[in-house]
């Protein structure tokens, strides 16, 4: 069973750094694209960042660009977003989801994790 558990959301004030962590199990974590994905109160589903198979290509949407970095630990299954400087625009549910190829831009997402909430306010 292929599962992926968020963690490391939490109430931050604007310009305060976060990281979250992702971790999966059930696949070969290494063999696969993943991304993050969030989801902002009342709203639907921001695509935020992704990443290839090794860890080499990454891309982020232009809201996050220069301020939120995606990793990857293969040895841990783990996936990671660190986000510096956040606004209260960031506010969401965040995901990881698991690509259907080794590729981000190639495949869709068929696996998501449940979440972890961020929270930026004053």
């Known amino acids: 069973e292929v599962l992926l558990v968020e963690s490391g959301g939490g109430l931050v004030q604007p310009g305060e750094s976060l990281s979250l962590s992702c971790t999966a199990s059930?696949?070969?974590?290494?063999?696969?694209?993943m991304s993050w994905v969030r989801q902002a109160p009342g709203k639907g589903l921001e695509w935020v960042s992704g990443?290839?198979?090794?860890?080499?290509?990454?891309s982020y949407a232009d809201s996050v660009k220069g301020r939120f970095t995606i990793s990857r630990d293969d040895a841990k299954d783990t996936l990671y977003l660190r986000m510096n400087n956040l606004k209260p625009e960031d506010t969401a549910v965040y995901y990881c989801?698991?690509?259907?190829?080794?590729?981000?831009?190639?495949?869709?997402?068929?696996?998501w994790g449940k979440g972890t909430l961020v929270t930026v306010s004053s």
């Open positions: 059930g696949f070969t974590f290494s063999n696969y694209a």
């Open positions: 989801a698991k690509h259907t190829y080794w590729s981000w831009a190639a495949g869709g997402m068929d696996y």
């Open positions: 990443l290839n198979q090794g860890g080499g290509v990454t």
